[in-house]
């Protein structure tokens, strides 16, 4: 029984993870990429839920079958606590220290230079696999966030009309717990794809504001200026 206990719980975890990297995900689509019966995934998403570590979210556009929406799994606030690294307050002191003592712009150094050494490890993924379009760097982009531990996706929205875009859905952040407090951290991170895509980027959802993803509109008919390249990162994270 104890054995059954343990395997249960890894399953539950397997599951879990796989809606905090894939989410917004369908029932169906975790069983089939885990490998579980109808019935296991059912069991594990309803405790998921009971303990308030996942949640369905209906998506507009998506559905089940006879005009109903599909229900799609994302991970709560509570459920990214959990995975939340247990020094984040550490941080979230020291930078209320430093703005105390030393001021704002103390912070915003701190910032820009987070942003500047996060494109930097970026730098090579995008290289790899950039492209020519906004289309091919907004999943370029998405690839190299989820090495970061970013849990990203990009995808298409809207395609074929005059609003055709990519839309970037990042589902886990590091530093969720910083950001919530510090949102100049999210600004210099959002001018820093817009610097490598370029193109200009609006952040409609946010985890740090309580959101259940970082959702970010990128446009794609249409370039406001030259792509860049990711060794020609701009200095800060602001333009």
Request: with cysteine; aromatic share 4%; net charge negative.
């Amino acid at each position: 029984m104890a054995a059954n206990d343990t395997e249960d719980r890894r399953t539950r975890h397997k599951v879990f993870s796989s809606v905090l990297d894939e989410g917004p995900i369908t029932a169906s689509a975790l069983a089939k990429g885990l490998d579980l019966t109808p019935a296991a995934i059912r069991r594990h998403m309803d405790a998921l839920e009971g303990e308030g570590l996942i949640e369905v979210r209906e998506l507009a556009g998506k559905q089940a079958g006879r005009g109903r929406p599909a229900r799609h799994y994302v991970v709560t606030s509570r459920g990214h606590g959990s995975v939340t690294h247990s020094y984040d307050q550490l941080a979230v002191d020291i930078l209320r220290f430093m703005k105390d003592r030393v001021g704002p712009e103390a912070v915003e150094e701190f910032t820009e230079d987070l942003v500047a050494k996060l494109r930097d490890r970026l730098g090579g993924e995008l290289d790899r696999r950039g492209g020519t379009t906004v289309a091919s760097r907004s999943r370029g982009l998405a690839a190299a966030l989820t090495k970061e531990g970013y849990a990203a996706s990009a995808t298409p929205v809207a395609a074929g009309t005059p609003l055709e875009a990519m839309q970037l859905c990042q589902g886990h952040c590091p530093i969720q717990a910083v950001a919530s407090e510090f949102p100049e951290i999210c600004e210099a991170e959002l001018a820093m794809f817009s610097d490598y895509l370029g193109v200009d980027v609006r952040r409609l959802s946010s985890l740090a504001h309580g959101d259940h993803v970082c959702t970010t509109h990128i446009p794609t008919s249409e370039l406001t200026r030259p792509l860049i390249h990711s060794n020609d990162r701009p200095q800060g994270g602001s333009r």
